[in-house]
């Protein structure tokens, strides 16, 4: 009874100041962004640049041919859409509109000279020289890369190359068979996909945001040693705090997601995972609060902490790039388990089990910081 | 006059020392920088990470890391176990009669089988050589985009953290109601205005010249740095002006602050990832011309004419916005 009514006079002062608001016009600008700004389909194919240094006509326009008919089989665009971030070309955005994502741009220079030239103005654009050995009568096909590559990058654009070619040669072997685990996986458009991480960093995290501006706020003000000779216990007065900042994330997260992916959410799922994260993002921010004893001295570690958790949309953006650090870090599980509600056919084994994880570790957290903010809360 | 001037900012220094805060807003974005700078060599450097049994040839395993990671586990079911995880990441199981079996997810990015594929071909195929002659070279330009586009963002960002000391000093002082106690003294109230901006105008242009050295930019034009770096602190202590005057609880000059993360996110992401036709979307904002400089810098192909250019459009929209909020800056510190 107490907590409700301490959690009822906290949200009546929480809808009286700026805050709850300010959350709000954030998910708002998120939703506009999202809906109005981020294509459905992202490529991040690359610009090909090719020089033929051929004289011959006819070997030209052989390979001009071979150029066109197998552009997107011969390399692919993911070698370089992994190397991160990458400009899109104008002409790659249309390719990705006409429901054929990551088809690459060739364009055809007339020299070397320019070839150069145009891959030092775009620094993520790949050359091509193709040109004609007559000591061997071979073909030969030079790729011409910015610098930064790896070396397993190198080796492995060359393997892509010759693989098809080699295909075609008398005495070719092919003894892999492929066996795909779940032949219904189903990627995300790039909207929807991008949802897990603005919901985890805005809604989870909101308490590990602003949980400790408000003790700190009831401190200085001395609402805190007034509450000292109430009934009220800590963890009631705590428990009033983390039920603020849960109600907040609810409803900054249920906008955002029933405004950008209605079709796509399991909204139970998902409200199941923004209470457990909820709930252990503001028993970590209250937890990490009780060091210190002022706002400016915590907000230091706070905002350190955040970009730390914040890492792991490195590895979701790229799964190829998932260090163990990062597969440590809480905020990895979580931006998956999100995902996961957002798909035709969740794992409801990964997501109530990270839903419990994060519970449980929440629970344990919130039990640490009510010790130290008993010894400390009222100095 | 710049007595009076020094007098405010170093009391607020000394006030930032004693609570550490200072010292700890000078080198929290330097731990980012490094945090960073450790990131930038993994990230895009494997394209594909394979797992494979350990009873597998250690001659194929070496063949393998020749293109990606490898991992190497106990049997079938350990493998199909983290294939399963949610990361990128393929099973190769030899098989009794000399082929493999390649193991996928399903949810893998778009053409990564087909990598794998072909590693496994060219292993499968020692002796046959490709109807053409392959060869790779390259510019020698070693400069990631990542890290590139990582630095410059971080630098832009930075200029926050300058932006917070304003405001929190602000704040705080608004809270114990210590404002209108420079009304009866004999500071005027620019030299107090001066006095408090100064080190969200210092802040950042340290923060520049450390990420940039951090990220071992060390061969780019420092004065050029200096100059954009100073009209991004200008930015940067309007925000904590403007944000500190209109806030009088830390809560809502926190949730304030952080709000604005957005519109740097999407200055700086937008000039990395839309289109040139697009751009001009993002001229209202002083991020995108402070991006636009940082990178030019950073590229080293930045002409004195740019800078000023962009600095001019920055310092134009800076007063705009001082205009049109200086009544309300004004009575903020009256109150």
Redesign the interface.
Known sequence: MKLISTFLKDLKLSLRSYYIYIEIIMALLIIAVLLFVVPDNMSSGYRLLVHLDIENAEISQVVEQFMSKNDSSMIDEQIFADLDISKLAEEELEASESEEPGVQTIELVDSVELLRTGMEEDRNTVGMVVSFNEETAKLAMEFVLQGYESEQMRNLLQAQFAAPMTALLPGYVDQTELTVLDEAAEKLPAKVNLLPVLLLLNSSFVGLFIIAAYIFMDKEEGTIRALTVTPLRIREYLLSKVGIMLLTGIVTGSMTVLAVAPRHVHYGHFLVLMISFNLFGSALGLLIGSFYDTLTKSMGSLYLVIIVLALASVSYFMPAFSPLVIRLLPSYPMLFAIRETLLKSPDIGYIYTWAGVFIAIGLVLFALAEWRYRKTITV | MLRRILAVTMRDLRS?MR???IP??LI?PL??AV?FKL?VP????????VAMPETAEPAFAEYVE???EVELLEDRDAI?KR??A???LFGIVP?A???????????????????V??????W??P???????????????????????GTNFLVVFMSVFGG?IVM?NLV?EK?YNTMAAINVSAIRRWEYVLGKALPGLILPILHAFAVLVIMGFTEVDYLQVAVVAFAIALISMIIGFVVGVY?S????A???M??LF?PIM?SVF?A??????WQPVLYWSPFYWAYRSVDDIV?QQAAWSDIWLHNLIIIAITALVFALMHKRIKQGMRA
Do not use: C, H
């Open positions: 930032g609570d550490a805060m700890y807003i929290a731990l980012v945090l990131f993994g990230v895009g450097s494997t394209v594909i990470n020749r293109y990606g199909v294939v399963q949610m990361d990128d098989k009669d000399g082929g493999y079996e390649l193991i996928a997810a399903g949810d893998e990015l778009t053409g990564t089988v087909e990598m594929q072909s590693v496994l071909s060219s499968q195929n002796d046959l050589e490709p109807p053409v002659e392959l060869k790779i070279s390259d510019m020698g330009w070693e400069l990631s985009p990542l890290a590139r586009f917070m929190l705080e809270q806030q609880e830390p809560i809502g926190v949730a304030s952080k709000i957005l999407a937008g990395i990832f839309l289109p040139e036709k590229l």
